[in-house]
């Protein structure tokens, strides 16, 4: 299948940007990675765990499928909200969270974040990790899930090139 070329320009609007992630949100991290395994065929994962900085919790799951990369995802504790607002308090669930762009250019970062700011979206989270990535979460109520948009730097590609792929 031929596909048309790609030219990105987040100035121009949200989705103009390089989609490579779908990411899901679960209350029971084990048994989302054991249904992935189990009924869809994503056997291999890398985890990534850590605190979150308002003092919660977060347990990452990714997988690459082809040039697509699967993240699920579990938080709890302070600063948790953003990744279980969406879930039932007593019944397991697997949401979808966010689809993840790839930002490859300061100057595409800029473009981002100005583009948020001149159509007033709501940024729920910016984060910056120097020598490893940037990253930030729009609310895009419309579409029912979140954008991430994660700009790393040499150190967050190897980190991404190193999930296994399915």
Not at 12 to 21: H, K, P, S, T, V
Not at 75 to 94: C, K, M, N, Q, W
Request: hydrophobic residues 40%; aromatic residues 12%.
């Amino acid at each position: 299948m031929k596909r048309p070329h790609a030219t990105y320009d987040c100035a121009d609007g949200l989705l103009r940007a390089e989609q490579f992630q779908i990411a899901y949100a679960t209350n029971d991290i084990e048994r989302a990675r054991t249904i992935f395994q189990e009924r869809y065929g994503i056997k291999r994962f890398q985890r990534l765990e850590g605190p979150l900085h308002a003092g919660g919790h977060i347990h990452v799951e990714l997988a690459w499928v082809g040039n697509t990369m699967y993240e699920l995802l579990t938080a709890s504790g302070p600063g948790s909200e953003l990744y279980t607002v969406r879930l039932p308090a007593d019944d397991f669930a697997i949401r979808h969270h966010h689809l993840g762009f790839l930002i490859s250019s300061e100057d595409q970062w800029e473009a981002l974040l100005a583009n948020v700011e001149r159509n007033r979206w709501s940024l729920l989270s910016k984060s910056n990790n120097p020598g490893f990535m940037q990253s930030c979460f729009v609310d895009v109520p419309e579409l029912g899930h979140y954008l991430e948009y994660l700009y790393p730097e040499p150190a967050g590609l190897a980190f991404f090139e190193n999930v296994p792929g399915n």
